[in-house]
């Protein structure tokens, strides 16, 4: 079945590690987004990429790195410059960025808490 | 920027009946897309229904429907004969056509009681 992995489902950092969040998609998608989710305040975009190679910040993009090798990854790495980095991470993929047909497909998210 | 509100952080109703959830958003595009997704305890984001701004009827999923009233920059999702699977966190989300990212409301959080 085709879809969306992000590993691990729990993540446990102290405070000043650089830590990678891992998304994979077999779904043949173009676009992938990396979001975060804080209680009471929603989704919000840290990062998406359009295309292998290129990448584009978000609305919340720092203390955050992205890298879009290859078409199937998008891993996230939370550097120790985000300021509060403990928060739920949702993964997600989509035939193409700008197209509305295109729905986004999400992965079951990771839950990042630094101590 | 665009912004998506959603007043009701929860909501509680009895199995069977019918529950609706407000989104109201600001905007000063005249094309673009909203969306209800669907977060149950599982996590995982889950499209409910969408509607496009230029159509004036209101999309229709089985129990599941929406009221857009684009003047009023209004768009609430409808749940008929509600169902414990319908148990979840709503999320309402606009996209400027063209655009490349999904604004989202705070969510609110349904219960439905047996």
């Known amino acids: 079945d085709g879809g969306i992995t992000q590993s691990p489902k729990y993540l446990f950092r102290k405070e000043g590690q650089n830590v990678t969040l891992s998304c994979e998609q077999n779904?043949?998608?173009?676009?992938m987004y990396w979001y975060r989710q804080d209680p009471g305040q929603g989704l919000r975009l840290i990062y998406y990429s359009q295309i292998v190679n290129d990448f584009q910040k978000g609305d919340i993009a720092e203390g955050y790195s992205v890298s879009r090798e290859k078409k199937e990854s998008f891993p996230l790495t939370v550097t120790s410059a985000q300021k509060n980095p403990t928060a739920f991470y949702l993964c997600a993929s989509s035939i193409s960025s700008s197209n509305y047909n295109s729905p986004l497909h999400f992965g079951n998210g990771t839950r990042l808490t630094v101590t | 920027a665009q912004t998506v509100t959603q007043s009701q952080p929860e909501m509680s109703v009895q199995e069977a009946e019918t529950v609706t959830l407000s989104c109201t958003y600001d905007t000063s595009e005249n094309n673009y897309y909203l969306f209800w997704y669907k977060q149950p305890p599982s996590r995982q984001m889950i499209l409910v229904i969408r509607?496009?701004?230029?159509?004036?009827q209101n999309a229709t999923e089985n129990r599941f429907s929406v009221n857009f009233q684009k003047a009023a920059k209004s768009f609430s999702l409808k749940i008929s004969d509600s169902q414990l699977g319908d148990t979840a966190m709503y999320f309402c989300a606009f996209m400027k056509r063209g655009a490349q990212k999904l604004v989202f409301g705070q969510g609110t959080r349904l219960t439905i009681n047996p």
């Open positions: 509607q496009e701004a230029y159509k004036q």
């Open positions: 779904l043949n998608h173009d676009a």
